[in-house]
């Protein structure tokens, strides 16, 4: 670069500390179920007291179910945190390309798992809108229902064929979890929590080489593929309390944009985590904490959250 290269006097316009991050002191529980049309899902069960309420997790594309990590680590026990890999994901198997309502199909016979006990639905950025077809077409019905930096509205590229992903492989464990980065840019995450999500998103191949856990056949967008919009979103029909929440410096989900969600859900509210980018929970996971404790707890599903949520501010 020139000395005289205006870019060379550019600097990050976000300079925020980190999060301390450790990673988590018990592994949690690995379980399958088969779905209706005979494919093997895995999901992660976190333990929990006995008749806590449930969170069902469920996590965006080309992403996973360890991506909650750092929310199922603080909120277990009090809360029994479950967290499933979608179809063509993680370790969850799959039977060729998949649409938005297939995973909803997928996400109603998930969450008939843990029936008879209260249930919260997260949902993060493209399962926001898996969540809705799940209600809509499928029957779920939560008590609490969370859309974290879910854009609602459908965008040109929605309309265009996308290539295929890639999966190339690399030599080391490693390389690999170096080269893992998140889509969209932009985080203030931990260094260490991004490799520690970088180290679940790998698998070793026969030949010894690492590649990416998630299926290009399942999670490319083929041509004609149906992204409803939000137009088009039953959310009206969605009467529990709704908190929609998003990143400060999200370039997908802005204040205006989650305040329209919002209002189109007869019980929402929208909150914003400052700091944060389109992965909220691996940006500032404490702040992104506290706001689902007080969400529950505003709504009756407290579980001892209360001196969880003042205790993650110390």
């Not at 779920?140 to 265009?160: G, K, N, S, W, Y």
């Not at 990416?212 to 039953?234: A, H, N, Q, Y």
């Not at 914003?272 to 702040?287: T, V, Y």
């Amino acid at each position: 670069m020139r000395p005289d290269d205006p870019l060379a006097e550019m600097s990050d316009p976000f300079d925020f500390a980190y999060e301390p991050w450790q990673p988590p002191d018990r592994e949690p529980n690995h379980r399958f179920f088969t779905t209706s049309d005979g494919v093997p899902l895995h999901y992660v069960d976190w333990p929990a007291n006995e008749n806590a309420p449930v969170v069902v997790m469920v996590h965006g594309r080309r992403a996973h179910a360890r991506w909650f990590d750092p929310v199922a680590m603080d909120l277990s026990p009090r809360y029994h945190c479950v967290s499933l890999d979608l179809r063509g994901h993680g370790d969850s198997q799959n039977h060729g390309p998949v649409d938005l309502d297939r995973y909803g199909a997928d996400l109603a016979e998930f969450f008939e798992l843990f029936r008879g006990r209260p249930r919260i639905l997260l949902a993060h950025s493209m399962s926001g809108r898996v969540a809705i077809l799940a209600h809509q077409n499928h029957g779920v019905r939560p008590e609490l229902l969370v859309m974290a930096d879910t854009p609602l509205t459908r965008r040109p590229h929605h309309f265009i064929k996308e290539p295929p992903f890639v999966n190339k492989p690399y030599p080391t464990r490693e390389f690999a979890m170096r080269r893992f980065r998140l889509m969209p840019p932009g985080t203030s995450a931990n260094p260490e929590l991004l490799l520690y999500v970088g180290g679940h998103s790998i698998k070793q191949n026969e030949d010894g080489t690492w590649s990416w856990k998630f299926s290009d056949v399942s999670t490319t967008r083929p041509e004609g593929i149906k992204i409803p919009d939000f137009t088009e979103l039953g959310m009206e029909s969605i009467d529990c309390p709704t908190l929609v929440i998003y990143g400060e410096h999200s370039i997908l989900v802005d204040a205006e944009d989650a305040q329209s969600i919002a209002n189109r859900f007869p019980k929402g509210k929208a909150v914003g985590i400052p700091e944060a980018f389109h992965h909220l929970m691996l940006d500032r996971p404490k702040a992104f904490n506290a706001a689902l404790l007080d969400f529950f707890r505003a709504h009756g599903l407290e579980s001892s959250a209360t001196v969880a949520a003042e205790n993650y501010f110390k």
